[in-house]
């Protein structure tokens, strides 16, 4: 009987340490440089591909600020837009507007180029020459709109999200500033840089390096970010909860129905 008691103890042990050592899935942080470098990289790759060619894109560099309000926002695990875009001060301290493309999928799919390109096929439903729509556009318009200059990025493992029926996801979101997708056309056609007022042509963009330089404001953040537990949080207090339960019912069932047999001299 000392054996089998033994036996449990160690197998509820182990359950205890596997569930407990259980760990999110590793993405990369919004600090990343490498996560930083794709995300403008790509973003500025299909500003530079326009077709009708733009007159006025500018180049468009990371935004600590709005990476911190995407990151904010992706932890709710909603498949929603942020409600706080339009409210000044509630989604970057500078822009009074700010502009967001979501992406949600299984992590064992999430690649940023891979969400970024998704956005971007919507170029295949939009007519520059008619500023019409057959279908959703909104995000690939947002991504070359010429006056948005700046963006923040942030994926966030949710094991549920809200709205959707995806389960273990990588939920990838970026912020714009200023927003984009007002009424008209995302940019002016004509000759590459040509309405750049006299800035540095590079690549077919507009850039200019005061507006090009990554400002962060520390001590700013979004008043309904909240620390808050998240679902993952969740899962592993009810977890400990759980085992913290089986523990109690196995000290006192265990040697209930499986006493330790006496021992002779």
């Given at each position: 009987m000392t054996s089998r008691f033994s036996a449990c103890?160690?197998?509820?042990?182990?359950?205890?340490?596997?569930?407990?050592?259980?760990?999110?899935?590793?993405?990369?942080?919004?600090?990343?440089?490498?996560?930083?470098?794709?995300?403008?990289?790509?973003?500025?790759?299909?500003?530079?591909?326009?077709?009708?060619?733009?007159?006025n894109m500018l180049y468009m560099s990371w935004d600590p600020d709005l990476a911190t309000t995407a990151k904010?926002?992706?932890?709710?695990?909603?498949?929603?837009?942020?409600?706080?875009?339009?409210?000044?001060?509630?989604?970057?301290?500078?822009?009074?507007s700010v502009g967001e493309n979501l992406w949600t999928g299984s992590i064992s799919i999430f690649t940023v180029q891979g969400a970024i390109t998704s956005w971007h096929d919507e170029v295949n439903a939009y007519s520059y020459a008619t500023s019409n729509c057959r279908g959703t556009c909104g995000h690939y318009t947002q991504i070359v709109w010429a006056t948005s200059?700046?963006?923040?990025?942030?994926?966030?493992?949710?094991?549920?999200?809200?709205?959707?029926?995806?389960?273990?996801?990588a939920h990838f979101i970026c912020n714009y500033g200023p927003a984009g997708n007002y009424p008209g056309r995302p940019y002016k056609t004509g000759t590459a840089c040509s309405d750049c007022n006299g800035e540095q042509c590079a690549g077919r963009l507009c850039r200019n390096a005061e507006r090009d330089k990554v400002i962060s404001d520390?001590?700013?953040?979004?008043?309904?970010?909240?620390?808050?537990?998240?679902?993952?949080?969740i899962t592993v207090i009810a977890l400990r909860t759980l085992l913290f339960i089986l523990t109690i019912l196995a000290t006192w069932l265990l040697p209930k129905y499986w006493p330790l047999a006496p021992t002779s001299e």
């Open positions: 103890v160690l197998a509820l042990l182990h359950f205890c340490c596997s569930s407990d050592s259980y760990e999110q899935p590793t993405l990369p942080d919004v600090g990343d440089p490498n996560f930083i470098e794709e995300c403008v990289r790509t973003h500025n790759r299909f500003r530079s591909e326009v077709n009708p060619a733009a007159s904010a926002w992706a932890k709710k695990c909603l498949f929603k837009h942020n409600t706080y875009l339009k409210e000044p001060g509630q989604a970057h301290p500078k822009f009074t200059y700046k963006v923040g990025c942030a994926v966030h493992f949710c094991p549920s999200v809200a709205y959707s029926s995806i389960t273990n996801a520390s001590r700013w953040r979004p008043d309904w970010d909240r620390p808050a537990c998240d679902e993952y949080c």
